[in-house]
């Protein structure tokens, strides 16, 4: 249990004492507390209130009972949703209300008043909300979101840590592109032009050759003109990095690494997935190893599904749902042709025209949430590349000079944390996995 060294009180209404969590209030069952929150909802029956209290830690309810209540009605009535109040009174256990605690309150504070709080039990539309997202983030349901966010980093950093990778940041202000020029935000650096960065990748790699296993975690920007459920415009990519390691070897890392944070935020987030009210049988299947096909077996899989692509086009997000359904846990699309993927890709060593590269698609229609490959180590074989792709050697010298001192077979990969988060909470569309999305439409609030 934490213990605030804070001593706590506002105003002189209330009896000095320290201020409690809503998460402690288990642990002083008939104790006299002092708690800080929010209020969710009011109701009064008249001779009665009851107040659900809120304080990001945990929710309680309040009743509020003659003669205290009226004597308290000056405050009770200015009491409405999203009001932050302090509460004081004695904590009893009783199983009907939610966490089997509530506080029975003879002193109430209110703090910050909340007239017409615009967000209501009615339900509102999705442009409303999202106008409305610095206060929209205070219901249960985004909170929630936003907690299961939280624990998957959690447990993402958990996972790499622990696994001998060195945590390292490449640089979000970066003077070429990763990821292709046709997703680049431009940026005027001291008169110079310069990007956000697409991916650290690059980078990662020379930190690979420096540190062995390296992983980036932070915000990464594409300038996507794509106005659908699953692209941002502002995203967080995990992005690991591993020296000596090749393709087969990366998709194992993948596999442990996807299992290592289901089951986890499955056993950690049971409240947090019940209130969103995630089914969880298909998360419990999500473990290792993971299926694999062939671009060229997705192929014959999708034209029996009535959805067929020529070779050599790349695919949709209805390709990608109709594969993921063929599967009942996430599944490794590879050996894509080398003409669909980065520069960056090693070749296979059977057919030189297709990619030792991997997308995994994730189950229920969430389509990409890793893209992975090894990379090319061959000096020559890098510089043609880069030559028909047009990157000229003074821009991308120093990513050729990884292959000209001590060049290593490597391979590493780019988990895109909205959709992984998306899939895990079972959450439609990706605007409602960060605080403060940013899509092709929206920059605000
Ligand atoms: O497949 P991508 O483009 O791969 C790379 O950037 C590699 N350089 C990563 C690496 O190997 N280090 O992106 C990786 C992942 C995607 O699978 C997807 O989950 C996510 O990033 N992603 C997006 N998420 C939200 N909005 C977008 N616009 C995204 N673009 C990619
Ligand atoms: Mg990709």
């Given at each position: 249990m934490v213990k605030y060294p804070l001593e706590f009180s506002i105003g002189n209404r209330l009896e000095r004492m320290r201020a409690m969590q809503i998460s402690e209030l288990r642990y002083h069952p008939e104790e006299r507390v002092l708690v800080n929150g929010w209020v969710l909802h009011h109701r009064s029956s008249g001779k009665i209130d009851f107040l659900v209290l809120r304080d990001g830690s945990?929710?309680?309810?309040?009743?509020?009972?003659?003669?205290?209540?009226?004597?308290?009605?000056?405050?009770?009535?200015?009491?409405?949703?999203?009001?932050?109040?302090?509460?004081q009174g004695v904590v009893q256990q009783d199983p009907r209300s939610p966490?089997?605690?509530?506080?029975?309150?003879?002193g109430i504070q209110l703090l910050g008043s909340?007239?017409?709080?615009?967000?209501?039990?009615?339900?509102?539309?999705?442009?409303?909300?999202?106008?409305?997202?610095?206060?929209?983030?205070?219901?249960?349901?985004?909170?929630?979101?936003?907690?299961?966010?939280?624990?998957?980093?959690?447990?993402?950093?958990?996972f790499f840590d622990s696994h001998g990778f060195i945590a390292a940041d490449p640089p979000i202000i970066t003077p070429s592109f990763a990821e292709g020029s046709s997703t680049l935000f431009a940026i005027d650096y001291f008169g110079e032009p310069a990007y956000l960065s697409q991916s650290g990748q690059l980078y990662l790699e020379a930190l690979a050759m420096a540190l062995g296993k390296v992983y980036a975690f932070g915000p990464t920007f594409r300038a996507e003109k794509s106005k659908t459920r699953r692209h941002l415009s502002e995203f967080w990519m995990i992005e690991p990095e591993m020296a000596f390691c090749q393709f087969e070897a990366n998709l194992r890392w993948q596999e442990q690494f996807i299992e290592a944070v289901v089951q986890?935020?499955?056993?950690?987030?049971?409240?947090?997935?019940?209130?969103?009210?995630?089914d969880l049988t298909p998360l419990r299947r999500v473990l290792a190893p993971f299926p694999r096909i062939t671009y060229g077996e997705a192929l014959k899989i999708l034209s029996d599904r009535g959805l067929g692509l020529h070779y050599g086009e790349d695919l949709g997000a209805?390709?990608?749902?109709?594969?993921?359904?063929?599967?009942?846990?996430?599944?490794?699309?590879?050996?894509?042709?080398?003409?669909?993927?980065?520069?960056?890709?090693?070749?296979?060593?059977?057919?030189?025209?297709?990619?030792?590269?991997?997308?995994?698609l994730a189950p229920e229609g969430y389509g990409e949430i890793i893209g992975g490959s090894e990379r090319i180590y061959d000096y020559e074989l890098l510089r043609s590349r880069m030559a028909r792709y047009g990157l000229d050697e003074k821009t991308y010298g120093w990513y050729l000079d990884l292959r000209r001192f001590g060049t290593v077979p490597h391979s590493g990969f780019g988990v895109g944390l909205e959709r992984l988060l998306a899939w895990i909470a079972g959450v439609e569309h990706v605007r409602e996995t960060g605080a403060f999305p940013r899509t092709l439409t929206r920059l605000w609030p």
């Open positions: 945990g929710e309680v309810q309040v009743v509020i009972r003659e003669p205290d209540r009226s004597r308290l009605l000056v405050v009770l009535e200015q009491v409405q949703q999203e009001a932050s109040v302090a509460i966490g089997g605690l509530e506080i029975i309150a003879d909340s007239e017409e709080y615009p967000i209501g039990p009615k339900s509102h539309g999705v442009d409303f909300l999202m106008d409305h997202r610095h206060l929209w983030i205070r219901s249960p349901r985004q909170a929630a979101i936003l907690r299961l966010r939280a624990a998957i980093v959690r447990r993402s950093r958990a986890g935020v499955l056993e950690e987030c049971q409240a947090e997935l019940a209130l969103i009210g995630r209805p390709h990608e749902t109709a594969l993921a359904e063929a599967f009942d846990r996430p599944v490794f699309l590879t050996h894509f042709p080398a003409s669909l993927k980065a520069f960056y890709m090693q070749p296979d060593p059977n057919d030189s025209t297709l990619a030792l590269a991997a997308d995994l």
